[in-house]
Structures are given as C-alpha cells and as structure tokens.
C-alpha cells in the first residue's frame, strides 16, 4: 500500500509565501510523475503543476511565474513553492502521483491521492 501525506498549507495574507510538501509512503519501487491540483468549494480539482521523473515541469496558466514544482527522488517527496499568493488561490491543494509497485515479481503502476491541505490567503 501507498500512502501519499500532505503538509504545509495555512491561512496566510495575499502576496506572502507558503510551501506545501507531499510525502510517499509504503512498497515504492520508483514513482513517475507528480502532480499538484487545486479545488475549491463547488468545483472539480483543477491541476496546477506536474514533475516529471526527470524533473521536466509544467504549470497551469494561472500560476506561472508564482509556484515552483519540485521534487525530492531520494525522499519520495514532490514540493509546491507558492510565492504572491492571491485570494484566488484558496482552496485544498491534492497531491498526485503514478508510483510503481512490485507484488511477487510482477510490476504495477498506479495513481494515488493525498488527502489535501488547505490553503487560506486573505485579502
């Protein structure tokens, strides 16, 4: 089993910073890529970064500039750095990512989710 752990979302005031951490957990043999989405009350999650294994990036139109994807092979870990945070940006930020597992000798690739961590920013 894998379990994906967010962690570092807040209330904080427009223009300030936050960094979100995902960590992975369990029988990992390697993940792929990892992905950051965003909802808010009423909607459908909308993805806002990906990493690849490679650490190729890509970002959704509305943070470009502003949030830095990353990540940690070694820890199993993909970062969102969130700078010039705006009111819009509030919601519940989900962890993504396909993470290859083994189970006698044979190979899998599966996606899994975080539980979420919510992000405030006042105006």
């Known amino acids: 089993q894998v379990q994906l752990v967010e962690s570092g979302g807040g209330l904080v005031q427009a223009g300030e910073s936050l960094r979100l951490s995902c960590a992975a957990s369990?029988?990992?043999?390697?993940?792929?890529?990892m992905h950051w989405y965003h909802q808010t009350s009423g909607k459908q999650r909308e993805l806002v970064a990906t990493v690849t294994s490679g650490s190729r990036t890509n970002y959704a139109d509305s943070v470009k500039g502003r949030f830095t994807i990353s990540r940690d092979n070694a820890k199993n870990t993909v970062f969102l750095q969130m700078n010039s945070l705006k009111p819009e940006d509030t919601g519940v930020y989900y962890c993504?990512?396909?993470?290859?597992?083994?189970?006698?000798?044979?190979?899998?690739?599966?996606?899994?989710w975080g539980q979420g961590t919510q992000v405030t920013v006042s105006s």
């Open positions: 993504n990512a396909d993470v290859y597992t083994a189970n006698s000798g044979t190979y899998y690739l599966r996606n899994y």
């Open positions: 369990g029988s990992i043999i390697s993940i792929n890529t």
